[in-house]
């Protein structure tokens, strides 16, 4: 029997993601002129040859757990065809791209089964480990450290766990504000089901038009409204969890003194601990009011001085951004405009939005602007800060067109106290020019705290010969700059596989010990996402 279970398209007309591309092949464009002039000038072009579509590997999945899984979900949701299997295979980073541009799909699954309800994916787990099957949980793809090529090694087989049937709005609590979703929502999904009934979640990280609200939990992901909305794991109030051992629930009040939250065992665990099958979040009111704006600084450093103050000054938007030097020269933060001539030439660009009532708006941009301009900075007017929002989530698809015309481009992001930014600004931008000839080193403030802020770096270089050997070792040698620098080794990104031979740094041995610990208990066979996240 054979039943489509192609998932319908997001709203807005997006679906399934390019296998060797970013997003939907219906937004894929060519490099803007004004860019194409910048690369020439830069890197020259290089047009890199169209991959045809690769090949998959034959599934490797016997016949008896196979039949265990088809009789768990159903036999119409266990998918072995190569398309589907293509389109599950590792995450979107551009060592993946790299990869499947390239021909190499080796880390296919071997099925794909959709689970419909918390039950399908407790008796998934149950035939992974009688099977010893490898179970990878797949939301929307959007990984850039690895976290979907899990270790195959030693297993009778690699499933991609695709939460893409579980898209229910199962609860919501107008009195406390909370709402209650499955996993397999995307981001733009969420917020439709939720603006039915005037409200929204908020969480808008670049990968928002396909990330799912279960892949959110499991990275503790970050949006680009952070500063004003917080980030998605401040809005986790509760959890449902399928393990190996059982099911866990979390989060029974909005706060507790019930010795450590245990909540923060799941979230960032990036499915290796057990598979999100329900996330309970604070909502708020959708806004009234939606207003974006430029700002311009002599420097980096005054740019930041002016982000520290508002946050520590309680006085923060709902949107907080920071171009250095560089990218506000080639206009990155305004896809409108990238190549162009600068309006900020010589200084730095700061977005700044707020959200909310017409009075709340009203109220809080006085204030900013008042101490903003105290500080020193000059207003740009709203075409700035509308142009960003025009295009805040398009930078994915600028990549895809420089691959193809043979520049490397990637990006890394970290986060540290503010007395720490400027010598990690430092040391990371010398480490990544050092290790790729001519590289175009640029960086944002995307998210910002009382204590600290993140530093987002975007890298192009010419991809040369060997464009994935280079990039993996600017890469490493960043991550040594950011570890020497006593800062973290992904501020809202997650570990993987990429970051993970950093970590034991980070949280030092006890730490990782603490981890393998969690991960014996909860999944004893070890057959969720093996090789992920745990030292």
């Not at 939460?163 to 107008?174: F, P, S, T, Y």
């Not at 504000?177 to 009934?197: I, K, S, V, W």
């Not at 979640?201 to 499991?218: D, E, K, N, R, Y």
């Not at 993140?454 to 950011?482: H, M, R």
């Amino acid at each position: 029997m054979t039943t489509d279970t192609t998932p319908a398209p997001l709203p807005g007309g997006l679906g399934e993601m390019h296998p060797q591309r970013w997003g939907a092949p219906s937004a894929a464009t060519d490099l803007p002129e004004g860019a194409r002039g910048l690369v020439e000038m830069a890197f020259g072009l290089h047009p890199t040859p169209a991959v045809a579509t690769p090949t998959v590997p034959a599934s490797a999945l016997g016949e008896a757990p196979l039949a265990a899984l088809r009789a768990a979900v159903g036999e119409e949701h266990v998918l072995l065809d190569d398309d589907v299997r293509r389109l599950r295979t590792r995450g979107k980073s551009t060592p993946d791209l790299l990869r499947a541009r390239s021909g190499d799909l080796a880390d296919a699954p071997d099925a794909v089964v959709r689970p419909g309800s918390h039950d399908d994916v407790a008796a998934v787990l149950a035939v992974a480990v009688e099977h010893h099957l490898a179970v990878v949980p797949f939301g929307g793809g959007t990984c850039v450290t690895g976290g979907l090529a899990a270790r195959r090694d030693g297993y009778a087989g690699l499933v991609s766990l695709d939460l893409v049937r579980m898209k229910q709005l199962l609860a919501v609590d107008e009195e406390s504000m909370t709402a209650t979703l499955e996993p397999g929502l995307r981001g733009p999904e969420a917020e439709a089901l939720l603006g039915e009934r005037g409200l929204m979640l908020g969480h808008f990280p670049q990968s928002f038009q396909f990330a799912s609200i279960g892949g959110f939990a499991a990275t503790r992901s970050s949006g680009q409204s952070s500063a004003g909305y917080g980030r998605f794991d401040a809005m986790v109030v509760g959890l449902r969890v399928a393990t190996p051992r059982g099911e866990w629930v979390l989060g029974s009040s909005p706060a507790n003194a019930a010795g450590p939250d245990l909540r923060q065992l799941v979230l960032g665990s990036e499915g290796a601990f057990g598979v999100i099958t329900a996330v309970t979040v604070r909502v708020r009111r959708l806004p009234e009011v939606k207003v974006y704006e430029g700002w311009r600084w002599g420097s980096f450093a005054e740019g930041r001085d002016a982000m520290r103050h508002l946050a520590q000054s309680g006085l923060l938007p709902t949107v907080l951004r920071l171009s250095d030097e560089s990218e506000t020269a080639i206009n990155l933060a305004r896809p409108d405009a990238i190549g162009g001539e600068s309006e900020s030439e010589g200084a730095c660009l700061m977005i700044v939005g707020h959200e909310g009532t017409a009075a709340q708006v009203e109220s809080r941009r006085t204030a900013v602007t008042e101490a903003l301009t105290a500080l020193g900075g000059r207003p740009q007017g709203e075409g700035p800060g509308e142009s960003w929002a025009h295009g805040r989530f398009d930078a994915p698809y600028l990549r895809d067109s420089l691959l193809d015309v043979g520049v490397l481009v990637e990006t890394l992001e970290t986060a540290t106290f503010w007395s720490n930014a400027e010598a990690l600004y430092a040391g990371v931008k010398q480490a990544l020019e050092s290790h790729l000839d001519g590289a175009l080193v640029l960086c944002h403030v995307s998210h910002v705290y009382e204590t600290g802020c993140s530093l987002y770096f975007t890298v192009a270089s010419s991809q040369g010969e060997q464009p994935l050997e280079t990039w993996l070792a600017a890469k490493s040698a960043a991550n040594d700059a950011i570890v020497a620098a006593g800062a973290t080794i992904t501020h809202h990104h997650a570990v993987g596989t990429d970051h993970k031979p950093w970590l034991s740094a980070e949280i030092g041995d006890l730490g990782a010990s603490v981890l393998r610990a969690v991960k014996a208990d909860l999944d004893p066979t070890g057959v969720l996402n093996p090789g992920v996240l745990v030292p």
